[in-house]
């Protein structure tokens, strides 16, 4: 019969990998993708959807597009792996064999890494670092929160997944409550002495939010905190402050799958750049967040460049077809008011140790208005190419 890929997670990496293995291949390939979810809320424009730029419902995308175009589309979790037998078994019983297997399982939360925080306060306390219903959860918290209340975020300790995101979120927070609660305040606790972009987020929020958002970094206490979702207080070195509403966002790992699979390393997975195979199997390929992806951060453009490497390489081993170098690129946008748009990105390729940078380009700060909206807008017609890409 036809060789047969199984695909488990069906996130930026994994439903652009099995898109793209059953386009290509032009059936020649099984494709089979195990997601649990009937529909896919993006956390990239999660942080707009707070802000009040997006509607939640246009962050959501369906697996019709996918099964449409030949991928078999099974809602169900992949529960364990068979390497020798080369299977996956899925927790509605059933059993996927596989020639080739592409783990693509996203983040999971690293037990204990915020004292007093667990996934049972995630509704006193949410994170909102998977999409849908927590994000739509900590939205609501912010808008109950009372006139000059305090909002407070945990970020996470590197290496973490969108290493602007939670800086784009404290400015999307920040636009909020300007607009429905302008005396409120943002605490900001960083585990990190320095973060993404942060000369543009400093700027921006000195010049939209005089006086709202203060950052504490490790050296006053930051790197020790602990949180009572109970008593909705944070403790800083001590210190106990209340707050009224509060996002921690705890350090992350690997999609519990590959632990499950055996070819973790720490936290995360090892992988050749080359093709994206775990260091480990050479059966297994793994894409995005939960593989220690070199210099690449952890971002869904990361996630869906991996994912064509990978298919590529698949396709290669399965069927013959042509296989060329890698070569990998990312951009993260940020929005940090309206029509204010702040870029970082890069260019990559493989070496046999890790994925490399290339070249690299960022936002500067002093930028006139017009290139921040022409920012902004490029990044509009990013999230509408990549959720394509991925789901047809
Ligand atoms: P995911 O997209 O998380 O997909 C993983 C999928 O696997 C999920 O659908 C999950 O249900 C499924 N899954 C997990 N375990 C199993 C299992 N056992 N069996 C079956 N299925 C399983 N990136 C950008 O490029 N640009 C941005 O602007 C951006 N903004 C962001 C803002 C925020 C607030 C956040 C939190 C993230 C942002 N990101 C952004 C990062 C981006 O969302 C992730 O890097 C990207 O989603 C990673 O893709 P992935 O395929 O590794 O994982």
Known sequence: GRPRVV????????????RYLAKDSDGAIDVTLVEPTRSYYTCFFSNL???????????AHSYGGLAASGVNVVHDWAVGIDRDARTVSLAGGGVLPYDRLILAPGIDFVDGSVPGWDVSAQNAMPHAYKGGSQTELLKAQIMAMPEGGLF???APPNPYRCPPGPYERISMVAHLLKANNPTAKILLIDPKDKYSKQALFEEGWQNHYPGMIDRIGPDFGAA???????DMTVTIDGTVEKVDA?????AQKAGRICELAGITEGNWVPVSGHTMQSRLDENIHVLGDATNQGDMPKSGFSANSQAKVAAMAV???LTGSRVFPAKFSNTCWSLIATDDGVKVGATYEATDEKIAKVDGFI??????PDLRRVTYEESIGWYAGITSDMFG
Do not use: K
Request: with cysteine; hydrophobic share 40%.
């Open 49 to 59: 959807y707070i802000g009040g730029f997006r509607e939640i419902d246009s962050l």
């Open 152 to 154: 407070a975020m945990v």
């Open 315 to 317: 396709r290669g081993a």
């Open 7 to 18: 695909v488990v997670g069906g996130g930026a990496g994994g439903a652009t990998a099995a």
């Open 224 to 230: 020790n905190v602990e949180v009572n979702p109970v």
């Open 246 to 250: 509060c996002n921690v966002i705890p």
């Open 363 to 368: 936002s500067q700060t002093g930028e006139n």
